[in-house]
């Protein structure tokens, strides 16, 4: 639980984000699912370290990389790997 009071503090703190995230899922492993307001994906955000990076990634990726594939490309963005932004694409 204490992971999931880190993230809602993280986004209640940066008005850029507060209302980026309608839900936030806890799995087994701990890693958080993220499910965002805008778009037809979920966030898998990994434990909740290194916010400030992760979310200036997702930001980065939604302003120059959503608007060239389009915004329902994509089923998860992944930003648990260090200084990555890891796409799986819906299947067809």
Same mark, same amino acid.
């Given at each position: $639980?204490?992971?999931?009071?880190? +993230?809602? %503090?993280?986004? !209640? =703190? #940066?008005?850029?984000? #507060? *209302?980026?995230? =309608?839900? +936030?899922?806890?799995? %087994? !492993? *701990? @890693? $958080?699912? $993220? +499910?965002?307001?805008? *778009? !037809?994906?979920?966030?898998?955000?990994g434990?909740?370290? @290194?916010? @400030?990076?992760?979310f200036a990634?997702? $930001?980065?990726?939604? %302003?120059?990389?959503m608007?060239r594939?389009?915004w329902?490309?994509?089923?998860?963005?992944?930003?648990?790997?260090?200084?990555?932004?890891?796409?799986?694409?819906?299947?067809k």
């Amino acid at each position: $639980m204490q992971s999931l009071l880190t +993230v809602a %503090r993280f986004l !209640d =703190d #940066k008005h850029q984000y #507060k *209302g980026l995230v =309608d839900q +936030v899922y806890i799995e %087994r !492993d *701990g @890693d $958080m699912i $993220m +499910v965002p307001k805008l *778009g !037809d994906h979920v966030i898998e955000l990994g434990p909740a370290e @290194d916010l @400030d990076n992760k979310f200036a990634n997702l $930001m980065t990726f939604y %302003r120059k990389g959503m608007p060239r594939a389009g915004w329902n490309t994509y089923t998860k963005i992944s930003l648990k790997f260090r200084n990555q932004v890891v796409c799986t694409k819906e299947k067809k």
